[in-house]
């Protein structure tokens, strides 16, 4: 059975300051997928990686995957107050989708 | 404007009572699913619909029917809701099941 975990759970940060977070698998997968969720709302799509060491950067979120390390981070460069938010990970290993836990992001002024 | 509409937004039932939340998606997207969200576990997927007349099970399907009669639409059917399907449902679709998916605004369920 596929697991995912993020870590962390939680992150409250200082606006300006970057963070990582992490998101590892138990089987092996070639496509992870990256989703923000704002409080009360939908899921929107931030990124999509189907290979072993794609990286994809938009604005301050940058996110990789390790296939081999069963990994993907999604790094946080100079956190604004926007980036507040719950973001999951997703893995597909075939046609169905496991989600992460979540974690849910907080950028203070 | 493209989207994914799902009806009713709210819901409260009562235990047994058949109920269908509809999905409905207008970018003529080939794959489609549904997931319940809970506290603290993300997104579990409950079925999902590679095409027309092609659905799945995911991993948390029971108590739940599922119908792909038509590419846009793709209904979530509790025929005897219990107590434990008191959740929030989002459906999603994507063009081809490994592009980014397009999530639904979400259903809110109470089962009493």
């Known amino acids: 059975e596929l697991k995912v975990e993020q870590n962390p759970l939680f992150l409250s940060m200082q606006e300006g300051k970057n963070y990582t977070i992490y998101c590892n698998y138990s089987?092996?997968?070639?496509?992870l997928y990256w989703y923000r969720q704002d409080p009360g709302k939908s899921l929107e799509s931030l990124f999509v990686?189907?290979?072993?060491?794609a990286v994809k950067q938009e604005g301050r979120l940058m996110a990789s995957l390790d296939t081999k390390a069963r990994l993907s981070t999604l790094h946080i460069t100079a956190a604004v107050h926007d980036l507040s938010a719950t973001y999951f990970c997703?893995?597909?290993?075939?046609?169905?989708?496991?989600f992460g836990p979540g974690t849910r992001l907080s950028v203070l002024p | 404007e493209a989207q994914v509409t799902q009806n009713p937004r709210y819901l409260i039932t009562v235990t047994g009572k058949k109920l269908t939340v509809t999905c409905s998606q207008n970018?003529?997207?080939?794959?489609m699913s549904w997931y319940r969200q809970d506290p603290g576990l993300g997104l579990r997927q409950i079925y999902y619909s590679m095409n027309v007349e092609v659905t799945d099970k995911g991993d948390v399907p029971e108590g739940y029917k599922v119908s792909r009669k038509e590419k846009r639409n793709f209904p979530l059917i509790l025929e005897s809701p219990s107590p434990n399907q008191t959740s929030l449902y989002f459906c999603?679709?994507?063009?081809?099941?490994?592009?980014?998916?397009?999530f639904g605004p979400g259903t809110r369920l109470t089962v009493l």
């Open positions: 990686l189907l290979s072993n060491g």
């Open positions: 997703a893995v597909a290993p075939g046609q169905n989708f496991v």
């Open positions: 970018m003529n997207h080939e794959y």
């Open positions: 999603a679709s994507s063009l081809y099941y490994y592009n980014e998916q397009f």
């Open positions: 089987t092996t997968s070639d496509r």
